[in-house]
Structure formats: C-alpha cells, structure tokens
C-alpha cells in the first residue's frame, strides 16, 4: 500500500458498503492500512480504530426484498491496532445465511478530528 494513496472521508466517522455480484456467507475482514514507521508520513492518526459494528445487509432476493431494502444483522464488532501488522484480519460471526452486501462503520480514528482514510477493505467468504 502506498500512503496518500487511500479512501479518505471527512471527520472520524463514516460508513462504506461493499456489494457483491452473488450472495457470499463472509468469515472473515480483512482491513489494512500503513504503520508509522513505514508510511514516511509520520503521523497515522487518520487510521481507523473502532468499528463500532459491522453489519451485513440481508438480501433474499428470491423473496421478494429489493436491492434497496433489506435487513441488517450484526457480524462482528473490532478495532485495528497501530501497533500491530498494517494488515489485520478479524472473525466475522459466521451466518448461514449469504448476503449481497457489506456495510462497514467506522466510529472513530486514531485521533485526526478531520478525516479517516481506509487503504483496503477485503472480505473473504463461500
């Protein structure tokens, strides 16, 4: 990954929905984003902290619900260390159900009151 190069949004929170072509029962998220000592940027404040809550948007669209709508479930909820790899993978609550999209909430950063960035969001899953 190269610093700057990242999907930045104003303020330390946001959302973003990843959909998906088919219905995917996800197992796990992977989110990455560079670590102090090798961004050459010095400061990661903007690097996500908390995902207050990850949920998935229902899609059963053989009956009946559309693109638009749906209903959400929680599947996990985690933090990304600053002090760790600049890859970090976590556990989703694993559903039996699949699901058409991913909505990502990001509650807060690493202390940048102006804006978060993201630098890749990964979901892995059948």
């Not at 610093?3 to 990455?32: E, H, K, L, N």
């Not at 059963?60 to 559309?66: A, E, P, R």
Request: proline share 6%; net charge positive.
């Amino acid at each position: 990954i190269s610093p700057g190069y990242c999907w930045p949004f104003q303020a330390s929170q946001s959302q973003v929905d990843i959909r998906f072509p088919a219905q995917v029962r996800p197992m796990v998220i992977t989110v990455q984003h560079p670590l102090k000592k090798s961004s050459g940027l010095g400061d990661i404040s903007s690097a996500p902290l908390k995902f207050h809550r990850l949920t998935a948007l229902l899609r059963f669209i053989s009956k009946g619900v559309s693109e638009e709508g749906g209903e959400e479930t929680l599947l996990g909820t985690f933090s990304f260390s600053i002090e760790k790899e600049p890859t970090q993978t976590f556990p989703l609550q694993v559903r039996e159900v699949g699901f058409r999209c991913i909505r990502l909430l990001v509650l807060s950063n690493w202390g940048q009151a102006s804006y978060t960035c993201i630098y890749r969001v990964q979901v892995t899953g059948r």
